[in-house]
């Protein structure tokens, strides 16, 4: 199944999740940092950040948003975010919290692969 499909048919799933578990809602907090959301995400609301996103349709879309992403528009400080957010995360932690976010975790992980590593703190140079 193309990747498209796969976050379309994920995307259906994780909408229902009213409460999800914190490595689900971490994976797509770190998604949407990455797609240029601010870090809106105020407590309590940014479950409600993610539903929207993934209720977007046509242009709005999460998969077309993923196939318009260009990864040079991420700033250090949106990888560090997000790299912070799925850190304490493997791809089995996320898939035993909800299958249908394995998809967005593993493209996460390699976008961050694609991204600049973390500055060195100032301490360090």
């Known amino acids: 199944m193309p990747r498209d499909r796969d976050m379309t048919v994920s995307a259906q799933v994780l909408k229902q999740m009213m409460k999800p578990p914190v490595a689900v809602k971490n994976t797509m907090i770190a998604m949407l940092m990455l797609l240029g959301y601010e870090r809106p995400i105020r407590q309590g609301q940014d479950w409600d950040l993610v539903l929207k996103v993934l209720s977007g349709r046509g242009e709005n879309s999460i998969s077309r948003r993923v196939d318009a992403f260009d990864v040079s528009t991420v700033t250090p400080e ?32 390699s976008t961050l692969a694609s991204c600049p590593p973390d500055p060195l703190p100032d301490t360090c140079k």
């Open 78 to 109: 949106q990888a560090q975010y997000a790299r912070a957010k799925i850190k304490p995360y493997s791809a089995e932690m996320v898939e035993s919290a909800a299958n249908a976010a394995c998809v967005f975790f593993g493209w996460v992980e």
